[in-house]
């Protein structure tokens, strides 16, 4: 029940940070809720495998790049979703970076464990 209500609060987050930012559509709440499960799944499985074979890049920028490895799961699960659009990488930067500062207002850690 508890992942469910997560996953509720992450939909609402996403549609809210879409209304925010120009640049992405989404097309329903039910489009939310699946960006949100698809953003945990590519969270779990190739977000790590991102960051260590960054370490490098990230420790020259100072921990910068996470914020373009986030915007790329963010990118990468606007082409898998068909209800959420992406206009370019650079409103996919932005989108996250919205979506990691409202998620932390929200307090929501479950799903987007990323973004705070």
Do not use: C, D
């Not at 779990?44 to 996470?66: D, H």
């Not at 409103?91 to 996250?96: E, K």
Request: aromatic share 16%; charged share 5%.
């Amino acid at each position: 029940m508890e992942f469910l209500i997560k996953l509720l609060v992450s939909g609402a987050v996403i549609i809210l940070t879409a209304w925010i930012t120009p640049g992405v559509q989404i097309r329903s709440f039910w489009s939310a809720i699946v960006v949100a499960l698809v953003l945990a799944l590519l969270n779990i499985f190739l977000r790590p495998l991102m960051v260590v074979l960054t370490i490098p890049i990230t420790v020259v920028t100072f921990g910068l790049f996470i914020f373009i490895i986030n915007a790329l799961m963010v990118y990468l699960a606007s082409k898998i979703v068909s209800g959420f659009k992406i206009e370019s990488f650079g409103w996919a930067l932005l989108f996250s970076l919205f979506l990691s500062i409202i998620a932390y207002i929200f307090g929501e850690n479950g799903v987007f464990t990323f973004f705070n």
